[in-house]
């Protein structure tokens, strides 16, 4: 054993000494706290996040669902939405929501773990986190986020790309919005939605050499579409390929998710933003509108995650990376790998028009009540706004997602 463990790639080891040395530098993005705020816009923003977390459960539809109207609201108010539009939305997206229905029984601090990945507790497990808020963390929500999601021997963080991400998604906007009713809903998501993917942070052992090793996130991705191991894995692409993939194919998903070399984490990181919006709208054939659903919370995710690095404890930075780097990866080869064109986002298309042009588009258009298109937008933008679009790649792609998009394909 200890001649494996010798030749462990130093993330492991990262993870493991909790070097901080190999955390990703980012500066925090900027917050919008509307709790206090005395203008209508942002009141009506609180009103319907506490409306929401009040009215509607975070899992619907025989618990296959996730309630995503915190992620809209927050993403169309972020890019200028107005009150009306606000209120439009939270409409819209409450006509097919849920409401709450009482657990099984209570959790407690003596029993939480037993019932976590039961989505029946998704009731049980929001009152235990906002009890405790009250009981124990005097009302300021990121202790209670502290506690149990980087507390403990398998801390709930590394388990946040559970139920395709969404748990990941709305931690985000909580820190983003600085709003408790969103983090206590991100700590129920991750509680419900904990699965399998938590033994792959948590068991050090999975981290092993892999005979690939490659530091661009598409050169990986066009490494699996080539691999004809995956092109005959499943004869449609489909989300229901998740299980099997894993359950039979489990080694040659750890090839590739070992495979990233992490040699310089936050330009790698700036690299697999580029990926994900390339996975979203590079791998969409002219004049198919094809723009897949799964494939965008690979997006939203990344986005995320970007929000979240500046705020978490180091010691977890290098591993919620390779958490998206994991759903990447199995989302991708679950669809069959889609081919990824690089000379399908010309920014030459742009053709004068500005992110103001994508956020009308966003706000007005079609689809302005559509979570996942105004999320990737939001994505986008930020993308954009951490690390620069000199040669306006973001924009290009953002342009040709608005102008094309025509709904989402499963």
């Not at 004049?287 to 939203?300: A, D, Q």
Request: with cysteine; net charge negative; hydrophobic share 40%.
């Amino acid at each position: 054993m200890a001649s494996v463990l010798a030749y462990v790639p130093v993330v492991n080891r990262f993870i493991n000494n909790n070097n901080s040395s190999r955390s990703i530098d980012l500066p925090p993005v900027e917050v919008h706290n509307v709790e206090t705020a005395p203008e209508k816009r942002p009141r009506t923003l609180k009103h319907l996040l506490r409306a929401n977390h009040v009215n509607h459960s975070i899992i619907y539809h025989n618990l296959q669902f996730d309630n995503h109207m915190a992620h809209i609201l927050c993403s169309a108010y972020l890019l200028g939405a107005s009150d009306a539009q606000l209120h439009k939305i939270y409409d819209v997206e409450a006509e097919e929501l849920e409401p709450w229905k009482p657990s099984p029984a209570e959790v407690t601090r003596d029993d939480w773990r037993e019932f976590l990945g039961d989505k029946r507790y998704q009731r049980a497990f929001v009152d235990f986190f906002e009890d405790a808020l009250a009981m124990r963390h005097h009302y300021d929500w990121k202790k209670v986020v502290e506690e149990y999601m980087f507390g403990g021997k398998e801390p709930l963080v590394n388990c946040l790309i559970g139920g395709l991400g969404h748990p990941l998604i709305h931690l985000g906007y909580a820190y983003e919005m600085d709003n408790k009713e969103v983090g206590m809903e991100a700590l129920g998501l991750t509680a419900t939605q904990y699965n399998f993917f938590h033994k792959y942070t948590d068991d050090p052992s999975y981290t092993r050499p892999s005979s690939i090793r490659l530091s661009s996130p598409v050169a990986l991705l066009t490494k699996m579409a080539d691999d004809k191991r995956l092109g005959d894995l499943f004869e449609e692409p489909g989300f229901n390929n998740l299980g099997p993939l894993f359950e039979d194919h489990e080694d040659l998903v750890m090839e590739y998710w070992n495979s990233w070399s992490l040699d310089d984490p936050k330009k790698q990181f700036e690299e697999s933003q580029e990926a994900a919006v390339s996975l979203l709208v590079a791998t969409v054939p002219p004049g198919t509108h094809s723009y897949n659903f799964f494939i965008v919370h690979l997006l939203t995710t990344s986005h995320a995650v970007r929000i979240l690095l500046p705020v978490i404890p180091t010691k977890f930075h290098i591993s919620l990376v390779r958490q998206w780097w994991l759903l990447t990866v199995a989302v991708y080869a679950i669809l069959k790998c889609p081919k990824i064109d690089p000379d399908y986002i010309k920014p030459s298309d742009v053709a004068g028009k500005q992110w103001n042009y994508v956020e009308d588009k966003a706000l007005n258009g079609p689809y302005s009540t559509d979570a996942h298109f105004v999320k990737a937008v939001r994505a986008m933008k930020e993308a954009a706004r951490t690390w620069g679009d000199v040669h306006e790649h973001y924009l290009a792609a953002a342009v040709r997602f608005v102008d094309d998009f025509a709904g989402w394909t499963h």
